[in-house]
């Protein structure tokens, strides 16, 4: 006799059908933090997205037959996390041109690359990190505005 799944394969499915515009924004949103931020921002936005993805499993488990509908915070997920995902990339574009280590514009190293003031390179250094700590608290709101409720 075999185990049946079926429960557990329901319920991922709604995941997948419910929330799959912000699950692909979380996973291309830790790709681009993976390529150029340090460890420790790595490891807290994992940790950011695996309670976000976790705490929503469990609220769709509850009802997984719910119809699909985007709401104003999942355009906040997906937005964010794209915006920050696009913005650190085009950055590591940059830092591959100048021929620096990834996430050398995150810190320090900044200065080593000419902009016109002082101010707009740090003010770049200064946006990168916005948007991503953003992205990690619009995608943790969203996983507790009890959105997937009933």
Same mark, same amino acid.
């Given at each position: $006799?075999?185990?049946?799944?079926?429960?557990?394969? @329901?319920?991922?499915?709604?995941?997948?059908?419910?929330? +799959?515009?912000?699950?692909?924004? $979380?996973?291309?949103?830790?790709?681009?933090?993976?390529?150029?931020?340090?460890? +420790? =921002?790595?490891?807290?936005?994992?940790? &950011?997205?695996?309670?976000?993805?976790?705490?929503?499993?469990?609220?769709? &488990? @509850?009802?997984?037959? @719910?119809?699909?509908? =985007?709401?104003?915070?999942?355009?906040?997920?997906?937005?964010?996390? +794209?915006?920050?995902?696009?913005?650190?990339?085009?950055?590591?574009?940059?830092?591959?041109?100048?021929?620096?280590?990834?996430?050398? !514009?995150?810190?320090? &190293?900044?200065?080593?690359?000419?902009?016109?003031?002082?101010?707009?390179?740090?003010?770049?250094a200064v946006a990168q +990190?916005?948007?991503?700590?953003? &992205? !990690?608290i619009a995608m943790l709101?969203?996983?507790?505005?009890?959105?997937?409720?009933?």
């Amino acid at each position: $006799m075999r185990d049946d799944n079926s429960g557990d394969e @329901r319920e991922t499915l709604a995941l997948v059908r419910l929330a +799959w515009p912000q699950l692909v924004t $979380m996973f291309g949103f830790l790709f681009a933090v993976l390529l150029r931020y340090p460890m +420790w =921002f790595v490891a807290l936005s994992v940790l &950011a997205v695996t309670i976000s993805i976790s705490h929503v499993a469990i609220n769709i &488990a @509850r009802n997984p037959a @719910r119809p699909f509908d =985007f709401k104003v915070i999942d355009g906040l997920v997906v937005g964010l996390g +794209w915006a920050a995902s696009l913005l650190s990339m085009h950055w590591l574009h940059i830092e591959q041109t100048q021929r620096l280590k990834p996430g050398a !514009l995150l810190g320090q &190293a900044i200065q080593t690359i000419p902009f016109s003031t002082p101010q707009l390179a740090w003010d770049s250094a200064v946006a990168q +990190w916005l948007f991503c700590f953003a &992205a !990690l608290i619009a995608m943790l709101t969203w996983a507790y505005s009890g959105r997937y409720l009933d």
